[in-house]
């Protein structure tokens, strides 16, 4: 049971760490700590992540190459042309490639079934991927409370989603 703990606390952790890493890239990943936590957790998850995430935290150390994240993430994800890589999972789901479609409704769904409600100050649909892996870290945390309380139900229905779901 203990080990499962871990598992499921690095887990839920990771993804909490991941959804910022689809931030708008500041200072703070670097001043928070945010790769160095994932240097940590990842390979406790997944195999071969140890190096690319050493790269990843030399680089943010270097301010310059902060500011050229910020433009890669501004062209990647904000525009003002088209986007080369939009963060909602609708685009890539929908066969229209749009944002807002049926599957955007299911993620609305899953998150007002489990009692989510969108932060209003975030004007994104839910299917952006950070907020996805928040939700994913929500549901994790849920599971483990279930856990840490004996409530096996609540913990099952949960893990299994996640597992299923969110591999």
Known sequence: MEKLLEIEKARSLTYYLLSKTFSYPTN??????YV???EKLLPLLVENTEVKL???????????VTKELQLDYSALFIGPKTLLAPPYGSVY????????????????????????KKV???????????????FIHYLIEKAIEGLEKKDWEVAEKIYKATRGVFK
Not at 54 to 64: A, Q, T
Not at 120 to 134: A, M, N, S, V, W
């Open 28 to 33: 703070s990943l670097i001043e928070e700590g």
């Open 36 to 38: 160095e936590h994932l």
């Open 54 to 64: 050493v790269e990843m935290n030399n680089s943010l150390n270097n301010l310059e």
């Open 93 to 116: 789901l929908e066969s229209k490639r749009e944002i807002m479609g049926e599957s955007t409704m299911d993620v609305i769904r899953l998150m007002n079934e489990a009692g989510v």
């Open 120 to 134: 209003e100050t975030f004007k994104e649909p839910q299917d952006h991927i950070r907020i996805e892996l928040e």
